[in-house]
């Protein structure tokens, strides 16, 4: 029997998205998301680079969303009786 998929970001119990990791990977792609954004802070300060600075921060994001979607359960609106 096939087992089911294991994800790395499961669904939030409320709302619409991911909750926090189950697994090492789901934390490893937090922590490396959290040290590109300061890298990416220090580089670009956002007072005097605010074009660049933000272009790096939408960048840093849409990557994390598109690891969540590929690696999450896919989401959906719940309402806590799941």
Do not use: N
């Amino acid at each position: 029997m096939p087992s089911s998929p294991r994800y790395w970001f499961p669904a939030k119990r409320y709302g619409w998205g991911w909750g926090l990791p189950t697994c090492w990977q789901g934390w490893l792609v937090y922590a490396v998301y959290a040290l590109l954004v300061g890298m990416a802070v220090a580089c670009f300060p956002p007072h005097t680079r605010p074009g660049a600075f933000i272009g790096s921060q939408l960048t840093l994001c849409a990557l994390l969303l598109a690891i969540c979607w590929r690696k999450g359960e896919p989401p959906r609106w719940r309402w806590g009786d799941d």
